[in-house]
């Protein structure tokens, strides 16, 4: 004990005179900027594991860059230059905008000037991806039964269920409608199926991470939560990311871009609560291998979310031997418009299965007939092979955005798409009566282009072909958020 005790005085002694020569401020800094140094190495390992080394150095380059003397005012000032092209090309109604109670009120004048304002509208019949998803106008047959639904329930609000219990009844009905469609009746399923009517796609999605979140948290105790999505994820997975403090290991689609299953099994580890598949796809309109990330997510005993947003209601006429199932959620709105919950079960009681087959096999066939459509047009090629109703396209020959501006001024309203450069059309019940004007339409536009290279005046090719090719993505993010304060 002795002779321990002496060692450590010996020691003692032999530190505090080789410091003795530092000032005390510096041996008083110098774990400090330790700590800091270890800090900052191990916030990088993080980054460049999360985010690709490539991308952390150009974000480093990039900072670097705009501290230089002027480069950040010329930046802004660029940045400026696109968002007043954006706007320009807009209808943007500011300039007129009601921004004050009238001093008496306007009583049924309100109807005419609501009339006033639908009638600016564009013409979306048909030629629209996507947007409006039920056949017709609004005036008769089945989209006239909907609006009447509604408007008999639009004073209603599911969260008072003592009063309103016609309204909780109908979303009862909705859900267990729905779950049919999925395999509530089949013995594999439990019968545990349920599930509440949210907003929308992205409401759903919000709520399938919350509740993954939620029971990962009970069952394995993660506290530091992260879920894994292909490239091709609907962007509200990073919306939900946010709200919940979830990280995103987004891996690449493979060579026919679905989701990469090995890939997703290389990000999986012990916070890793779910994985997300899509079917399909909201850019190519591609089926992920949901039975491969199915039996993924069981070996591992994590949660598997199936975006079905744009196939929900058309993958169980279309492809019979695919099953799925519903998720558990409290919505996360609490007052909630019961017009829509009537709406929906109207729709659904009154078309019947033989109403979703008849239409869906109409979608079908129009969608099948745009894609050969597309391939027909030299110097067009179709992205992937379609599984449901979205059609991707891109071209090898032509700028596809000057394309779409072509497309813009015929009255076509698709959606532009980045790597690759390409756009989509999300097949209706509206498109089929118009199909073939779309496809002379597109036909048309290509050739215009053809012969007649380079923007057109207000289009704009220039911005989304920049934006596609710009290494930065921090500097469209500020972008896009720029557009959005300014159209404020």
């Known amino acids: 004990m002795e002779l321990a005790m002496d060692f450590a005085l010996r020691l003692r002694d032999a530190a505090n005179h080789r410091l003795s020569r530092y000032e005390p401020l510096v041996l008083l800094a110098a ?71 009238p001093t008496v009120g306007l ?57 309103f219990k016609s309204v909780a009844q109908l979303e009862a009905e909705v859900v267990a409608m729905t779950a049919a469609l999925l395999g509530s009746k089949e013995k594999s399923s439990g ?31 993660i506290t530091k939560p992260e879920m894994i999505i292909a490239e091709s994820a609907h962007s509200a997975y990073d919306k939900a990311a946010q709200y919940f403090n979830i990280k995103v290991r987004r891996v690449p689609v493979n060579k026919e871009f679905l989701a990469d299953v090995k890939g997703f099994k290389r990000c999986i580890n012990g916070n890793t609560i779910m994985m997300v ?38 993958l169980p006429f279309a492809l019979t031997e695919w099953t799925g199932g519903l998720y558990v959620s409290p919505t996360i709105a609490g007052s909630r418009p019961g017009g829509l919950i009537a709406g929906a079960w109207a729709a659904m009681t009154s078309l019947g299965l033989n109403g979703y087959m008849e239409n869906t096999g109409h979608i079908m066939e129009v969608s099948k007939k745009i894609q050969r459509g597309i391939e027909d ?72 282009v053809k012969a007649n290279p380079g923007p057109i005046s207000g289009g704009r090719a220039p911005i989304y072909g920049a934006a596609g090719k710009m290494p930065d993505r921090g500097m469209v993010r500020e972008l896009l958020v720029e557009f959005m304060d300014a159209s404020c």
């Open 277 to 314: 598949g899509s079917a399909p796809g909201f850019p190519h309109g591609l089926i992920d291998p949901i039975e491969e990330l199915g039996e993924l997510a069981s070996r591992y005993d994590i949660c598997l979310h199936v975006d079905l947003c744009l196939g929900g209601f058309v």
């Open 31 to 101: 774990p400090l900027l330790a700590l800091l140094a270890a800090r900052t190495l191990h916030a990088a390992a993080a980054a460049v594991a999360d985010r690709g080394l490539r991308t952390v150095l150009l974000a480093l380059a990039m900072t670097a860059i705009k501290l230089l003397p002027g480069v950040s005012a010329y930046i802004n000032a660029e940045k400026r230059k696109v968002v007043d092209q954006l706007q320009s090309g807009g209808t943007s109604t500011k300039s007129t905008l009601r921004t004050e109670l």
């Open 107 to 163: 009583s049924n004048q309100v109807i005419n000037d609501l009339e006033t304002l639908k009638a600016r509208d564009v013409n979306w019949q048909g030629k629209c991806s996507g947007t409006v998803y039920i056949a017709g106008s609004e005036s008769e047959g089945h989209f006239a039964l909907i609006n009447k639904a509604y408007s008999m329930f639009s004073h209603t609000n599911p969260l008072h269920q003592d009063v």
């Open 191 to 221: 019968g545990q199926i349920c599930g509440n009517m949210t907003s929308g796609g992205t409401e759903s999605i919000l709520l399938a991470v919350k509740t993954s979140r939620d029971y990962m948290r009970t069952k394995k105790g």
């Open 377 to 448: 047009i030299p110097g067009l090629f179709v992205i992937g092979k379609p599984d449901m109703t979205v059609v991707a396209f891109g071209s090898d020959s032509v700028d596809i955005f000057e394309v779409n501006d072509i497309m813009s001024s015929k009255g076509w309203h698709l959606n532009a798409l980045q790597r690759p450069n390409s756009l989509h059309i999300c097949v209706t019940l509206q498109h089929t009566v118009i199909y073939e004007e779309f496809l002379k339409d597109l036909k048309d536009s290509v050739d215009t």
